[in-house]
């Protein structure tokens, strides 16, 4: 299973951008997809998850300006983030709860290789 990861880039302060990750490969089906991200000289944090019936968690740092959804058709996850703050600064990965195999049952956590996200004006 790939996880390929798009949408990073540099934006001003208060602008918005739309990151999205499409999984591939071998799958059954997909379980809990989320965002972390990790900035400079910290640890990787969750930012947003979505399950696999639609429920969301999010930071608190994120709530109000992130929104997370996924369209299990195309098994993609996108992130929706506006109100874009310095503090957001980071490279973001996606997350994804994988099972390649009915039985046995075979389930893998897949990481995407990250999307650098500059605010900054």
């Known amino acids: 299973v790939q996880l390929q990861a798009s949408g990073g880039g540099l934006v001003q302060p208060g602008g918005s951008l739309r990151l999205s990750c499409a999984a591939s490969g071998s799958i059954v089906s997909i379980n809990a997809m989320g965002w972390y991200r990790q900035a400079p000289g910290k640890q990787r944090e969750l930012v947003a998850g979505?399950?696999?019936?639609?429920?969301?968690n999010y930071a608190d740092s994120v709530k109000g300006r992130f929104t997370i959804s996924r369209d299990n058709a195309k098994n993609m996850v996108y992130l929706q983030m506006n109100s874009l703050k310095p503090e957001d600064t980071a490279v973001y990965y996606c997350n994804v709860d994988v099972v390649t195999q009915r039985w046995p049952r075979l389930e893998f956590i897949y990481w995407g290789q990250g999307t650098q996200v500059t605010v900054s004006s």
């Open positions: 979505i399950m696999g019936g639609g429920g969301t």
